[in-house]
């Protein structure tokens, strides 16, 4: 029988996050290193990789780095083969690296729509292949967590924000996230998502600055915006042997705001 700090020990498995060169992959990844994965990062530009490895590297976690346009579907299976030979083996998928864009819908660009499917749906489905291929299916193990949204789990009050390609993707992750899980359990993979709720964050700036950090707050029961450590716990407990029995799942992190 293992301790709950055994459980959750990550110490000789290896772990891909996408977007990891800041914010919430770059939080992620620094959660998985400190229980003992070695990490390795893709965004799509390496002198940010580059940062993100040397803050890592001064926690003491060993970090790797991939520069790659994940919205790019021929970049994924060259992605794919470099990250199984740097690593060996992949026991866990974070798929964090998303993309958003304001507009209203009558007049949203279809480009613009292309854009954040491409890379916050068709991505994810083409990362869980790769890697399940190469190397989750044939190990007969793998964990699998995707980056959803409450944005995902209902649309916006009217008045707010204009997002619909972003809701839609993020629904989208949710239920890939239910399927996956069904069809891959059998292989000894959990597919289980985290919808986080605001962050500050690169991609929330615009949204934080025209509607404010206060009144995000007070919309949240816990009166609070998410930090630099609220997504650790959830991403280690669905990456480590303390989540193995929990497959199929969405969680939110969201100070509550889903619950109300």
């Known amino acids: 029988m293992r301790t709950v700090r055994e459980l959750f020990s990550l110490e000789g498995k290896t772990a891909v996050v996408t977007g990891g060169s800041r914010g919430l992959g770059l939080q992620m990844a620094e959660a998985l290193g400190e229980q003992g994965a070695v990490v390795l990062l893709s965004a799509r530009r390496q002198a940010e990789l580059d940062e993100a490895c040397a803050h890592l590297a001064a926690r003491g976690i060993e970090a790797h780095s991939i520069a790659a346009d994940l919205s790019d579907e021929a970049a994924i299976a060259g992605f794919a083969d470099e990250a199984m030979r740097r690593l060996g083996q992949v026991?866990?998928?974070?798929?964090?690296?998303?993309?958003?864009?304001?507009?209203?819908?009558?007049?949203?660009?279809?480009?613009?729509?292309?854009?954040?499917?491409?890379?916050?749906?068709?991505?994810?489905?083409?990362?869980c292949q790769a890697f399940g291929r190469l190397s989750m299916i044939p190990r007969g193990r793998g964990r699998i967590v995707n980056i959803a949204s409450i944005a995902g789990l209902a649309g916006n009050p009217p008045g707010s924000m204009q997002t619909i390609a972003y809701n839609s993707s993020k629904a989208a992750v949710i239920n890939f996230t239910r399927t996956l899980a069904g069809e891959w359990g059998r292989h000894g993979i959990t597919v289980n998502a985290i919808a986080p709720g605001f962050f500050p964050s690169k991609m929330t700036r615009g949204i934080l600055a025209a509607v404010g950090a206060d009144r995000l707050a007070q919309q949240a029961p816990l009166g609070r915006l998410g930090d630099d450590e609220d997504l650790k716990g959830a991403v280690v407990l669905f990456a480590s042997d303390a989540g193995k029995h929990i497959t199929g799942q969405v969680l939110a992190v969201d100070g509550g705001v889903s619950a109300v």
């Open 91 to 127: 026991d866990i998928l974070v798929n964090n690296a998303g993309a958003t864009w304001g507009a209203p819908a009558e007049d949203f660009p279809l480009e613009a729509w292309d854009k954040v499917m491409n890379l916050n749906v068709r991505s994810v489905f083409l990362l």
